[in-house]
């Protein structure tokens, strides 16, 4: 059994480190989970995704509980099927979807997962990056998987719901290198049906696309959207499409921010991003390095972040060969052979 330190990392840390249990068959052992949080030891959001990816990987779990500082994780086989869960507060659905995503891997036969909680909340990609930015990106390295909204939940009481479908994937390496020139971009907006009548999804949106307009040479399309939620809340999520990859930025509303500034602060982000030669946002530059452990290939990131440096000592504990070089400006580039992806017996 493998013994993990989850000292230096979050959520991010534990997610991953039960998702690579479970691809590779290894079982451990986090110890220490979050240890350097003002709130440390799992979170429910935490428990969901540990509780997700062992319901597909048929293992065997201890300590895996609110507060607990570590666990144990026993891996069976990746035979898929059916799994139901909820994260009691805000908890973000995308994050607990995402440590599911790499099981794609191994998978011996389709798997669903449906999971209520947040899906617009801090400190976790918007729903609408999951589906526009992180999954379509994962399809070009033939990842199958598809997702679907119920409901959208944003803080504090969440209460939002979506599905996540998997099917047994043979990934191909990622090339992502050089993203090549813009050919697109999409502009989503949405608000609780409570902001409508003060044009929150509106406002947002055309605030955005003013900017757009005089700062990119390519077409815009636009989605803007009311839900029915439990709080009040609205995200925009900016989706630009390159020739060899695709971009997301994102910016969530606050208690009185107004819209126009959320809509700042998402264009401000995708001109940072822009100024970069980096083929990923960071966000995923960081959430990719799994699938680079098992595919192989390059991606070329932004900046090294403290979870892109968690992540990579992580997949090399399990046994992966990722390197890291670093660029001008603070870029890099991380670099795998891949790693075997047969089905764990």
Request: negative net charge; aromatic residues 4%; glycine residues 10%.
């Amino acid at each position: 059994m493998r013994t993990v330190d989850g000292t230096a990392g979050g959520g991010q840390l534990v997610r991953t480190a039960a998702a690579m249990s479970g691809v590779t068959g290894d079982a451990i052992r986090m110890e220490n989970v979050r240890a350097a949080r003002d709130q440390p030891g799992l979170r429910a959001q935490h428990v969901a995704a540990i509780e997700t990816v062992a319901a597909l990987a048929d293992a065997t779990t201890e300590g895996v509980a609110l507060g607990s500082e570590a666990f144990t994780f026993e891996p069976g086989t990746l035979s898929g099927g059916a799994h139901e869960g909820a994260i009691e507060t805000a908890g973000s659905v995308t994050l607990a979807f995402d440590a599911a995503l790499p099981l794609a891997a191994r998978l011996n036969a389709p798997a669903t997962v449906t999971m209520s909680g947040g899906t617009d909340v801090t400190w976790s990609p918007p729903f609408d990056y999951f589906r526009s930015v992180k999954l379509p990106l994962l399809r070009t390295i033939e990842l199958r998987a598809e997702t679907v909204l119920g409901r959208r939940g944003f803080y504090p009481s969440g209460g939002g719901l979506a599905g996540l479908s998997l099917a047994p994937s043979t990934l191909a390496p990622l090339e992502l290198s050089d993203r090549g020139a813009l050919e697109s971009v999409e502009v989503h907006s949405v608000a609780a049906t409570s902001l409508e009548s003060a044009s929150v999804a509106d406002r947002q949106a055309v605030a955005a696309i003013e900017t757009l307009e005089a700062s990119v040479d390519a077409p815009i399309d636009v989605d803007i959207s009311y839900a029915d939620a439990a709080d009040k809340g609205s995200a925009i999520v900016i989706v630009a499409s390159f020739e060899s990859s695709v971009a997301g930025v994102s910016a969530l509303g606050e208690p009185g921010k107004p819209s126009e500034a959320v809509a700042q602060t998402a264009t401000d982000r995708l001109d940072a991003f822009r100024g970069t030669d980096a083929a990923v946002d960071v966000h995923l530059g960081d959430q990719l390095v799994p699938f680079l452990a098992l595919a192989g290939g390059k991606v070329r990131i932004p900046r090294v972040t403290d979870h892109v440096e968690t992540h990579l000592s992580l997949v090399r504990e399990f046994g992966f060969s990722v390197s890291l070089t670093r660029l001008d400006d603070g870029e890099a580039l991380l670099e795998s052979d891949g790693g075997d992806q047969g089905t764990i017996p």
